[in-house]
């Protein structure tokens, strides 16, 4: 259940973008974690909260 609702959301909320943009994005992101603006979470974090998200956990 976990992969297939991975799965499907995939493309969910993501807009056509072109690489120039895509590759824009990823370093202003990376910025981010780096100054410390945002906190990343770990695997196993994410994997929690998706398989509670969809009820297996």
């Known amino acids: 259940m976990l992969a297939q ?3 499907q959301s ?3 909320g993501l807009s056509d973008t072109d690489e120039r943009t895509a590759v824009s994005d990823a370093i202003r992101r990376d910025q981010e974690l780096s100054a410390g603006a ?3 979470h770990t695997h196993g ?3 929690h ?3 509670r998200a969809i009820g297996c956990a």
Request: aromatic share 6%; charged share 20%; proline share 0%.
């Open 10 to 12: 995939i493309d969910a």
């Open 5 to 7: 609702a991975l799965w």
């Open 45 to 47: 974090e994410v994997m």
């Open 38 to 40: 945002v906190v990343g």
């Open 49 to 51: 909260a998706a398989r």
